[in-house]
């Protein structure tokens, strides 16, 4: 049995990054961690700054634009590990 290791993939960080942020559970691109007093932009292209989240922040609906995005990059993400796979198989002479 192969592992995830020996087919030369590890964990690539998340795919977004989510934070409650004027009324709603935003996505934002993964190469910054969300901080506080941060300005960014979510996923559905509202400027913001970040707040530091309370527990009952994090009960705010999920803004669907982000979700449908985010659901993409994953997406376009799994589609990037399969074609490496299959590449990887085929130097290897698997098929």
């Not at 449908?68 to 997406?75: P, S």
Request: proline share 7%; glycine share 6%.
């Amino acid at each position: 049995m192969t592992t995830f290791l020996e087919e030369g993939l590890s964990w690539q960080g998340p795919v977004v990054w989510w934070n409650p942020v004027d009324g709603a559970r935003h996505a934002f691109a993964p190469d910054t961690k969300p901080r506080p007093e941060q300005e960014r932009v979510t996923l559905c292209g509202q400027a913001v700054v970040l707040i530091d989240p309370s527990e009952l922040d994090w009960l705010m609906p999920t803004c669907d634009t982000c979700m449908d995005r985010a659901k993409q990059w994953a997406q376009q993400r799994q589609d990037s590990i399969e074609e490496r796979r299959r590449d990887q198989r085929r130097r290897q002479g698997w098929f």
